[in-house]
Every structure is written in structure tokens, then in C-alpha cells.
């Protein structure tokens, strides 16, 4: 039994026998399609090999990983302004979508087929009164979509037998949508040039260094005969391993023969180059500033702290505004209601010490903040004074402080 069938719901709808796959000339290209394409490089790119590649690794790790990490809250409208809700669907979306799975699991694994193969599918299962009981998340390798009309349905093929899903049944995160609005592009495949040459200077280097860090040479001498230039060969062979072997610095040749490098060095060839250039376009492709991909070349403490602000401007907040906004339309519907789900951020705007402090001072001294909100997000308990808004001057409640009347005269409010 796979990781993914322990958390598979039970079928439901229409259920068919799988049809044979035509063997047309569309069906085979999207057939190849799904294993991988040919980079202009010639390096056959796929999702396997595309996570060999260390900055495509690090991208999709960090982004799903950063992802997962935030919590996801429920709250209800109030007329006071919002409230959190702690059960029922709120431990669905913040501990454990399923029996089997958290909602950190749930969530890494759909960000991780939306950084990789380019979509996430997840499954709600309702109970007869129409609640959240579960959610599933379903391998985007076995779903197809299509169209009814104006409706999308998603058709899900697994263990021989084909499931039937209506749109509001499934949560659907793309990276990023064909014009026909059914189909996805995978951020791997449309950009398999620039990963096709990461993958070629990833096994270009471990080629390069192979046999102990000793490059390709060749072997020069007064040759007697074939024999012996290939005794000679595998002479020097042995004895290049057994250095590597012993880490010893030095090697013994017989008298008359000459050791000569061939091709050339990684300094002259650019190998160092090419290698941060490639991580450079792996960050163009996820939206990432380098410095979250482990390249500091550039990094100086101020750009640094700008990227992180521009990472959580552009990037996440993108990306969580598209889960929040799916999410809510299909466990709430389009019709407006007292419940919706946000993520929390506060753990990635908290910045350094001095900034919070500051920025809660100038919120607490304006009436922004009362004081006891700010303590909360610093993980403080509440002060039995520290529910009531304040305003600048003595810092006291705003109800305790002077203003003026119309005449100029002071009076306490």
C-alpha cells in the first residue's frame, strides 16, 4: 500500500472501467509530457531528476516548507469584527485533515506538487448534513479535468476504477493555468532549458572530479608495443585510485612516461560561474530572492533584510491569498459567510526585537493596539489593565484624558 492510499476516501459517483489509451500522436506526446521533455542541452529533464538539481530542491523545500509552517486559522464574523473558532472545522484546517494526516503533512504535500509538477488536488469529504469531516489530498498524476458546460468535473483514475468529482468537491491549486482554463503548467517542465543546463553543470562537476579529484589526462612515453602502453594504462590507473584511496599527494610513474591534463580547468570553463548563474534563474523561476536559495555573492546586510520583506510581499503573500481565497470558496461556497479561514503571519512580519518593540509602542500610543493585544503576539499573558485602547500624552485610557469644547475650555471626558 502506497503513503497516499491511506488517506484516499472511499469512491463515490460515477465509477467506470478504464478506457484504453489511444495510441495517437497526441496521446504520446502527453504521454512524454508527464515523464519529462528534452532540454535544449539534450538532458532528458523530469520532476526526479530536476530535485537532483540543489537550488531546485532548495526552492520547492523552502517555498511548501514555509508554506505548511504558518498557521491556518478559522475565524467567524462578528459585530464586533472577527472571533477565532477552536473546534470542529478549526482543528480540521489547523492540527489534522484526516485520521491519518496533519494539517503541516497536507499541506507541504500540495505545494510540493504545485512546485513541482504544477498542482495540487485535495478532496472534502462531507457528512449527510453537509459538514467538513475530512480532507484527502489526491495524487495530480491520476486526475484529469474536464468541462460540462460552463462546470469543471475532475476525473480521477486509480486502482482500475475511475471516480467522478464535481468542482466544489475539490480544492484546486495551479501554478499556473493553459488558456483553456482546464489544463496547468508545471514550473519544471516550461522552464526545462534552464534546469536541462543546471542538470548538465551539476553532472558535468561530479564528472569532472571523479578518480579522486584527478581530471582526464592523457599518457605520453616510449611505447614498445600495444601491450605494454596498456599495461602501462592500467598501471597508472591503479595507482591514481590507490592515491585517492590513501589521500596521499603525490603520484610515482615510471621512468619515461608523462602525465598531461586534457580539457579544461573549472576556473577556465566557468563551472563556478555557471553554477551561481544557475541558481539565479532557479530563483526567477519561484519568485525567490537568492539569499533563500543559500547564495550570498551579493548579499549585504541591507538588500538581505529587503529581500526577506520582498519575499513576503510577492511571494508568499501570493501564494497564500490564492489558497485562502480556494479554500474558502469551496468549503464555504460564493454565498457570504460568518466563517472563513487565514493564515496567521505574524511569524514571518515579527522582524528583529527593537523593530516589534517600536512598531507595538507607536500602535499602543496612537490606539491602534491595545496593550494587551500586543503582549499576545509576543506570547505574554493578558494584564487586567491592558484591555483598554490608549492615546499619546500622559498614556493613559483615552476616557481619562483632557480635550477641548467648542469654547476652548478644558474638560475631562
Known amino acids: 500500500m502506497g503513503f497516499l492510499d491511506r488517506f ?98 497536507w499541506r507541504k504535500y500540495t505545494f510540493d506538487q504545485i512546485f513541482t509538477g504544477g498542482r495540487g488536488f485535495t478532496y472534502i469529504e462531507r457528512n449527510a448534513s453537509g459538514s467538513v469531516v475530512n480532507l484527502f489530498p489526491l495524487n495530480p498524476e491520476n486526475m484529469e479535468v474536464e468541462r460540462d458546460g460552463l462546470r469543471k468535473t475532475y476525473i480521477y483514475k486509480s486502482d482500475g476504477k475511475t471516480t467522478v468529482y464535481a468542482e466544489n468537491e475539490i480544492i484546486d491549486l495551479p501554478f499556473m493555468l ?22 548538465s553543470a551539476t553532472e558535468y562537476g561530479s564528472r569532472f572530479f571523479q578518480n579522486g579529484g584527478v581530471p582526464p589526462f592523457v599518457v605520453t612515453g616510449g611505447f614498445q608495443s600495444g601491450g605494454s602502453m596498456n599495461r602501462a594504462s592500467d598501471d597508472l590507473d591503479a595507482a591514481v585510485k590507490k592515491a585517492a584511496k590513501d589521500a596521499r599527494q603525490a603520484l610515482v610513474l615510471p621512468s ?12 577556465k570553463s566557468q563551472l563556478v560561474e555557471l553554477q551561481r548563474f544557475v541558481i539565479e534563474q532557479i ?11 543559500q547564495d550570498l555573492t551579493h548579499g549585504t546586510f541591507s538588500n538581505t533584510e529587503q529581500q526577506d520583506l520582498h519575499l513576503t510581499k510577492h511571494t508568499i503573500r501570493r501564494w497564500i491569498e490564492a489558497f485562502e481565497q480556494e479554500i474558502n470558496l469551496k468549503l464555504f461556497g460564493r454565498v457570504s459567510n460568518r466563517l472563513f479561514a487565514e493564515f496567521n503571519l505574524d511569524g514571518l512580519l515579527r522582524g528583529d526585537f527593537a523593530t516589534r518593540m517600536g512598531g507595538y509602542a507607536t500602535g499602543i500610543q496612537n490606539g491602534v493596539l491595545k496593550p494587551n493585544e500586543a503582549r499576545r503576539k509576543e506570547n505574554l499573558p493578558d494584564d487586567p ?20 469644547d467648542l469654547e476652548g475650555n478644558q474638560d475631562e471626558v
Do not use: C
Open 8 to 105: 484516499l476516501p472511499e469512491r463515490r459517483g460515477t465509477v467506470f472501467a478504464d478506457s484504453s489509451i489511444p495510441v495517437s500522436s497526441d496521446s504520446i506526446v502527453q504521454i512524454f509530457n508527464g515523464l519529462g521533455g528534452v532540454s535544449a542541452s539534450g538532458v532528458v529533464v523530469n520532476i526526479d531528476k530536476a530535485l537532483g538539481v540543489p537550488s531546485v530542491w532548495a526552492a520547492v523545500n523552502f517555498l511548501s516548507g514555509t508554506m505548511a509552517g504558518l498557521p491556518l486559522n478559522l475565524y467567524k464574523r462578528t459585530k464586533d469584527g472577527r472571533e477565532r473558532v477552536r473546534n470542529g472545522l478549526a482543528t480540521i484546517l489547523h492540527d489534522a485533515v484526516n485520521d491519518g494526516m496533519s494539517s503541516f503533512d
Open 178 to 199: 493553459r488558456s483553456d482554463g482546464l489544463k496547468h503548467r508545471s514550473p519544471i517542465m516550461s522552464n526545462k532549458d534552464a534546469i536541462g543546463l543546471a542538470i
Open 256 to 267: 619515461g612516461l608523462e602525465v598531461k591534463p586534457i580539457g579544461a580547468d573549472p576556473e
Open 283 to 293: 530563483a526567477r523561476v519561484y519568485s525567490l530572492p537568492p539569499v533563500f536559495l
Open 385 to 404: 489593565a491592558g484591555d483598554m485602547l490608549m492615546i499619546q500624552g500622559a498614556t493613559v485610557p483615552i476616557a481619562k484624558q483632557m480635550s477641548l
